[in-house]
């Protein structure tokens, strides 16, 4: 059996410096600032967040809450920031979801392209795994434009 992923992209410019999108993406403290729907982060640790750092995010979507877990499995500071989230340990129940953040700049504005990439799905959640991908992109896509309006404020 095959087990494709299931992958989109967003692209945002931002007016902020390349370190400073790098810096708010992990901003957990702030988050509650910009973020769609958010009920609370727990930090699974303390100290700065790096690769390993683990966290619970609970939002309300749909008018329900859920809430995921996500790990940091790579930073390239001030260019790349990839998330896990697995859906196992979740609301979510299944799927591995990775977000990758590539950072670009040229003078005062950067440019965050988000390569989300859904993997693991089976069954009904397969076939529905394509409309999924588009309410992931947009859901990905609300939040850019969020935090970009808060960084930009």
Not at 53 to 73: D, I, N, P, Y
């Amino acid at each position: 059996m095959v087990n494709l992923s299931i992958r989109f992209e967003v692209k945002t410019t931002f007016q902020v410096t390349k370190q400073k999108a790098y810096t708010a993406l992990l901003d957990l403290d702030s988050a509650k600032h910009w973020m769609q729907g958010f009920v609370g982060i727990e930090r699974l640790e303390d100290g700065p967040i790096r690769v390993g750092s683990q966290w619970k995010e609970t939002r309300k979507m749909f008018g329900k809450e859920a809430t995921e877990h996500f790990e940091v499995v790579e930073l390239d500071e001030p260019n790349k920031i990839v998330l896990c989230c697995d859906g196992t340990k979740g609301t979510t129940g299944k799927g591995v979801y990775l977000f990758t953040y590539i950072i670009s700049s040229s003078g005062d504005h950067s440019e965050i392209t988000l390569d989300g990439e859904i993997k693991g799905l089976t069954g009904l959640t397969k076939l529905f795994g394509k409309m999924m991908a588009g309410t992931f992109r947009k859901a990905c896509e609300k939040d850019l434009e969020a935090l970009k309006a808060y960084l930009e404020k």
